[in-house]
């Protein structure tokens, strides 16, 4: 089932319980005792899910309201920290203007005592001075204390502060964690009930119609769905691209070994081409070659023209370059018949070779006929002569014409049909 689907239909489950056990009963209705075990066992698991999801959902309840109320908590705390500060503000400016005052006074009360002529004027001027002086500085005094508790003030506010935020973002942790919980529990069910795609899509389909009349989720709840469907999305596209990433590093481990490989057959094909060679030029220069199996006669095993030669060539159907020609093409039409006498050890068909024979002659050659037509004239086991018909000629496998794909083989080497055959 959707995940994301069902973590926005949680909350509506409970009313979604007789559509669930409705969809359950449909997938298998094969045998009655089936469904009425299956039915009272469902009954059982649904009625303990709907237990747990009105469980969570009243938990899920008190935490947005707590998350409400903490957020409210959390606003006026914020209201009266700015409250607190503008007195702190106002205070020290108040504070800042006396202590200018009194600095202004003390400098002009210093020039008028000076330009005083009169001391009776003189005197009363320094004691109005003098009295005023200490009234300003009573003043400063109270508000430097009522600044110190306001500071105080702001100080508690701001770690109440943090702490009903630390408090907040538990009570939404818990929220995720409960979510999650139930979602595995729903997502368990419609396993464990074995529902099809189709009715776990058509069961999801029903619940969002359901979820969408009855949702009594608050905009709190929402926008922390949002938020949980936010972070699996993010988690799944991380997903994905690691597993993107993985996957090509695969890719270019495969694409180097294959090429090491090929390049391993085609020093091989190569050494063994060679051998070849060397053996060709010996078996004209010594007695040896009296005893090479081409003076004992091999049958051309059809008719037509070779097309294809023994070796390397662009292949005919994969364009490729330099791939390795196992065998010699003939193309012509009719019967296939066996080169040498011996015993059938293939008659199947493959994808590459089509319907195929290979007769093993016994001392350590064998011979392949591939591209046959089907319906082969001999069976896997069976002994046949020399220029007996293995099949007929056709372009079954992977094969651009009729025409026979024929391999001599060598203790199991491809070796060139030419050298053998006359
Ligand atoms: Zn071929």
Redesign the pocket.
């Known amino acids: 089932m959707n995940k994301k689907f069902v973590v926005s239909l949680m909350t509506s489950l409970v009313l979604a319980g007789p559509l669930l056990r409705l969809t359950v009963v449909d997938a298998s209705q094969n045998s009655e005792d089936a469904v009425s075990q299956e039915d009272k066992s469902f009954e059982k698991e649904k009625a303990e899910l709907e237990e747990t999801i009105s469980d969570a959902q009243a938990t899920i309840d008190d935490l947005v309201i707590d998350i409400s109320s903490q957020e409210e908590d959390i606003e006026s705390v914020k209201t009266e920290i700015e409250q607190t500060q503008k007195e702190i503000a106002q205070l020290e400016e108040q504070m800042k203007l006396r202590n200018e005052k009194l600095m202004t006074k003390a400098s002009s009360n210093k020039n008028e005592v000076k330009n005083s002529t009169n001391p009776f004027e003189r005197m009363k001027d320094e004691n109005n001075s003098a009295s005023s002086d200490q009234y300003i500085k009573l003043a400063q005094l109270g508000d430097q204390k009522m600044l110190d508790k306001a500071e105080e003030q702001a100080k508690r506010q701001e770690e109440e502060l943090k702490s009903a935020e630390a408090e907040l973002k538990v009570n939404r942790d818990d929220i995720v964690s409960q979510r999650t919980e139930l979602e595995d529990r729903i997502v368990k069910v419609a396993e464990k009930f074995d529902m099809s795609d189709d009715e776990k899509e058509s069961f999801v389909n029903e619940q969002t119609i359901i979820a969408e009349r009855t949702s009594s989720l608050n905009e709190e709840l929402k926008n922390e769905q949002q938020r949980i469907l936010e972070e699996e999305r993010e988690k799944e596209e991380a997903e994905r691209l690691a597993e993107e990433k993985r996957k090509k590093e695969k890719e270019a481990e495969e694409k180097a070994k294959a090429e090491a490989e090929k390049k391993a057959e085609k020093e091989k094909a190569a050494k063994e081409k060679a051998k070849v060679e060397v053996k060709a030029e010996v078996s004209t220069s010594s007695s040896e070659a009296a005893k090479e199996p081409k003076s004992s006669g091999w049958t051309r095993p059809a008719s037509g023209n070779m097309t ?1 030669p023994f070796g390397y060539r662009t292949h005919p159907v994969t364009g490729e370059r330099d791939s390795f ?1 196992a ?1 010699i ?1 003939i193309a012509g039409s009719g019967s296939v018949v066996a080169s040498r006498a011996g015993t059938v050890t293939q008659a199947s068909y493959s994808d590459t070779y089509g319907y195929t024979v290979i007769v093993d002659h016994g001392d350590g050659y064998s011979t392949l006929y591939a591209h046959l037509k089907k319906g082969l004239s001999v069976s896997n086991g069976q002994s046949v002569s020399q220029g007996q018909q293995v099949g007929i000629m056709g372009t079954t496998g992977r094969s651009t014409g009729v025409h026979l ?1 024929f391999e001599v083989r060598k203790g199991g080497e491809a070796v060139n049909p030419m050298n053998y055959l006359n």
């Open positions: 294809s020609h065998g093409d794909h």
